[in-house]
């Protein structure tokens, strides 16, 4: 009867154990955290703003703010000076608005040569007018407008289009940022900084080569040039 009962009392120690197990075994919990978050931030244009102007001095722009308009320098030889006129070119720089970047531009920069030895300069500004320092990043020229390269030729009345397409190569067009000269070739830039509230020279040049530069590139009669943009682009980390 002892050793039933101690059996007994063995078992029900097991069965007793067994479930302390098992009731350890269900207190292991876990849990799964998790966050999302996101954040979006618009600063203010004129944080960071490059314009462009006639005077080195410069206003801010304003929405729609022309800053003015800019009368060509024209160089020409002195007995066809009379003959030789240039397009007078205008400065916009884009309204500033929250979350986009004011873009300026200068169009109308136009010669109408009569002559090799002729060429004709646009001098203006490039103005910090933003809150940070400004670096020129790059320097590219453009496509002419839907054209697979940066200057093309198109002959007029009675030209040829052969002699044309030889005197295209005596038309070219260069920029000088600052003092720096670029001349066609896209350019990646550094260390080119413009200070807050400072600005710089910017020059654009179109030449007609000389008459010994040219020698057989004349045209026998009227052409046009077009050129592409060339897009400064100014950023605020060098």
Excluded: W
């Amino acid at each position: 009867m002892e050793k039933k009962r101690g059996n007994q009392v063995m078992a029900i120690a097991a069965l007793f154990i067994a479930v302390i197990g098992l009731s350890l075994g269900f207190a292991a919990f876990s849990n799964t955290l998790t966050i999302s978050s996101s954040a979006s931030v618009t600063p203010d244009a004129s944080v960071f703003n490059v314009d462009l102007s006639t005077v080195a001095t410069g206003a801010t722009a304003t929405a729609g703010n022309v800053q003015g308009v800019l009368a060509p320098t024209p160089v020409a030889d002195s007995y066809n000076e009379e003959h030789f006129t240039a397009g007078t070119a205008t400065i916009a720089n884009e309204a500033i608005t929250a979350g986009s970047t004011s873009n300026a531009s200068i169009t109308g920069l136009r010669a109408n040569f009569t002559e090799p030895g002729q060429s004709v300069t646009y001098t203006f500004y490039a103005k910090n007018v933003g809150q940070l320092e400004a670096f020129l990043n790059s320097v590219v020229f453009e496509n002419a407008s839907g054209q697979s390269s940066a200057k093309v030729c198109t002959p007029g009345t009675g030209a040829t289009a052969a002699l044309v397409n030889a005197a295209c190569n005596a038309i070219s067009i260069k920029v000088s940022v600052g003092g720096t000269e670029f001349t066609g070739s896209d350019a990646a830039v550094s260390g080119h900084s413009l200070a807050i509230a400072g600005n710089e020279t910017v020059v654009v040049t179109i030449t007609y080569a000389s008459e010994t530069e040219v020698g057989e590139y004349r045209a026998d009669g009227p052409f046009e040039v077009a050129f592409g943009d060339i897009v400064l682009t100014y950023g605020s980390v060098d």
